[in-house]
């Protein structure tokens, strides 16, 4: 069965420091990859999608960037982190054929300070 | 413009209450699905059920209860006979039918359920 993961599971970070958060998944190959953000009280912002290796689209400019080395491997990074980026940050995949519902994985929830 | 539309935000009832949880969609596609996920306190997204346009059956799985209306362009969700497990945020979501796409979700309704 497939499984996604996403680390470090909560994060603390100070404003102008830089951010990595990892995610990976698991039982799949060739998986369409996306990263969500949801702000306290808000629905949920896509932020990145990825249909394969070293393919991202961008949905909202900002200061942060993703990236997909490797097949099953999403990284979404930030150079320097301002205090808006502050929220809860969701990774999900979904396959390439007829199904098409995503699934998440457990989160990464973000303060920065 | 594809959108999703909740627009309950909250919702409080008390347990073994029945409850809708209200969808409304807009899409210029034909060929389009229809999604319901449920966030619980721990904050992890749990696909619940999906609905492609071109199939129009009324869906249930237990308590829950599915609604959908190509005519009223709504996708509604039933949760009978409440229990506080029920208690979580609930999306509504739209995947337009296109490769490679995200789908657009709804601001969720947060569904309280007290004993």
């Known amino acids: 069965s497939q499984t996604i993961h996403q680390w470090p599971a909560t994060l603390v970070q100070p404003v102008g420091s830089p951010l990595s958060l990892e995610c990976t998944v698991e039982?799949?190959?060739?998986?369409?990859l996306y990263w969500y953000r949801q702000a306290a009280g808000r629905g949920l912002q896509l932020l990145f999608y990825s249909v394969g290796i070293g393919q991202i689209s961008s949905e909202v400019p900002q200061n942060l960037s993703a990236s997909r080395p490797q097949d099953r491997q999403f990284i979404l990074s930030s150079k320097k982190l301002l205090l808006s980026d502050s929220g809860f940050y969701l990774c999900?995949?979904?396959?390439?054929?007829?199904?098409?519902?995503?699934?998440f994985g457990p989160g990464t929830r973000l303060t920065v300070t | 413009a594809q959108k999703v539309t909740q627009a309950q935000t909250e919702i409080s009832v008390v347990e073994k209450e029945d409850v809708t949880l209200d969808c409304v969609y807009e899409?210029?596609?034909?060929?389009?699905?229809l999604f319901w996920y449920k966030q619980p306190p721990s904050g992890e997204l749990v696909f619940l059920i999906r609905r492609n346009s071109f199939d129009e059956q009324n869906e249930i799985s237990g308590r829950y209860s599915w609604n959908f209306q190509k005519s009223t362009s709504s996708f509604n969700f039933t949760i009978t006979a409440s229990q506080v497990v029920d208690s979580a945020v609930y999306f509504c979501a739209l995947r337009p039918n296109q490769a490679g796409t995200a789908l657009i979700f709804g601001k969720g309704t947060t569904l309280s359920v007290s004993s």
């Open positions: 039982g799949t190959s060739n998986p369409n």
């Open positions: 899409t210029r596609d034909t060929t389009y699905y």
């Open positions: 999900a995949w979904n396959g390439q054929g007829a199904t098409y519902e995503q699934y």
